[in-house]
């Protein structure tokens, strides 16, 4: 995604739109995240809702990582790091 923004336009920052791709990841996370969420409470699942709650609260965690300047691997390590285990529960 930033070697394409870059190549269009020389003037472009790499890290811009890195960052810009970055959010457009977790928007999306997020958004599955809240279908999944919005499942799991319909059908009664209380684990399931605790843990996407929990990934909720792990996203908002990263996106004030990102706006913090905190290097956007890390933050996408420690995203997976504590998303995985809650969505490995499957269900909704």
């Known amino acids: 995604f930033a070697e394409r ?14 960052r810009k791709a970055l959010g457009l990841l977790m928007a999306v996370l997020g958004r599955i ?4 969420l919005l499942a ?13 709650s929990a990934c909720v609260d792990a996203l908002v965690d ?21 998303c995985a285990p809650l969505l490995s529960l499957r269900g909704a």
């Open 62 to 82: 990263a996106e004030r990582s990102v706006s913090s300047n905190v290097n956007q691997k890390l933050v996408l390590a420690n995203l997976i790091a504590q």
């Open 33 to 36: 995240v809240q279908q999944q």
């Open 5 to 18: 923004v870059v190549k269009a336009n020389p003037d472009a920052s790499k890290d811009a739109a890195n």
């Open 40 to 52: 799991a409470s319909k059908i009664g699942s209380a684990d399931r809702v605790d843990a996407l």
